[in-house]
């Protein structure tokens, strides 16, 4: 009589130990560092061959406090959104053009990462693009939050606010991306006046208060007579701003010395 041949089905359990040993042959024990890099390679190896679009996290340079850091964080919380994997600082095409060209400028000295400048079709809008996860995190810890800046709360540095030259270059950020020069323009007894006048205008209210208080604390003569808004209107207080601040913006910059002698 023939000897049957018995054919089992193996258990899951039995089925796992199986495979668990056939991955360990082939990779190494996972368990351990060697293991777990050998199995990280062989991933990448994987990926790169089926076109997964596998993303690894490009290491940048993280810039040093400076003048022109505590500037460009100003824009960015000005203008800027921060997401998860981008940055974007969004600005107007007709008025805005050079000072766009000049954050770009200024991220490329900053940030060792992919950056674009470009104009969106059929609108006005030019925005600066950063592509990197690694600078979302860091203007994450310089007090940008991922998101909305407004329900989220923005955190000024305490690296900016021990330096008067770092709160002012801040401030010329903010300003050049939210403030506006103006004239207002009054009537007394028939006879017409215009006075020079400057606005910040955000709805954020850490970013306010920074503002207000750093005027005051130049000795100048700032008012909220508007909830979203910070003013000056002296025309001493104003040439003395641009003389502290200055703008890196020239739309202000023009508007400033055209304005000037309004009386």
């Known amino acids: 009589m023939a000897t049957r041949n018995i054919i089992r089905k193996l258990t899951k359990s039995e089925a796992a130990r199986i495979g668990g040993l056939a991955r360990q042959k082939m990779y190494g024990d996972l368990g351990t560092p060697e293991g777990r890099a050998r199995g990280g390679r062989n991933s990448l190896v994987t990926h790169r061959r089926l076109h ?3 993303k690894q996290l490009r290491k940048v340079r993280f810039p040093k406090a400076s003048n022109l ?6 824009v960015v919380m000005g203008d800027g959104h921060v997401g998860r994997y981008q940055i974007s600082i969004c600005t107007n095409s007709i008025t805005d053009t050079e000072h766009a060209t000049y954050i770009y400028k200024i991220a ?3 940030f060792d990462a992919p950056i674009t400048l470009s104009k969106k079709r059929d ?4 925005s600066i693009t950063i592509s990197s996860r690694e600078v979302s995190r860091f203007l994450q810890l310089q007090g940008v939050p991922e998101g909305d800046k407004i329900k989220k709360g923005i955190t000024i540095p ?3 606010t021990r330096r008067s030259n770092y709160s002012q ?4 950020g903010l300003f050049d991306s939210d403030g506006c020069v103006f004239v207002d323009t009054h009537r007394i ?3 017409t006046y215009k006075n020079l006048g400057i606005a910040f205008a955000n709805q954020e209210p850490t970013l ?3 503002f207000y208080t750093n005027l005051c604390a130049m000795g100048l003569s700032p008012t909220q007579t508007s909830r979203f808004r910070v003013f000056l209107r002296r025309k001493r207080d104003i040439e003395k701003y641009f003389e502290i601040v200055g703008t890196s913006n020239s739309k202000h910059l023009f508007r400033y010395w055209k304005f000037r002698e309004c009386k």
């Open 189 to 191: 007894r028939g006879k």
């Open 169 to 172: 270059r801040l401030m010329r």
């Open 158 to 160: 305490a690296w900016v």
């Open 123 to 126: 609108s006005n809008a030019l």
């Open 108 to 110: 490329k000295t900053l």
């Open 69 to 74: 850091l505590a500037e460009f964080i100003g």
């Open 52 to 54: 997964t679009r596998f």
């Open 208 to 210: 306010l208060k920074f």
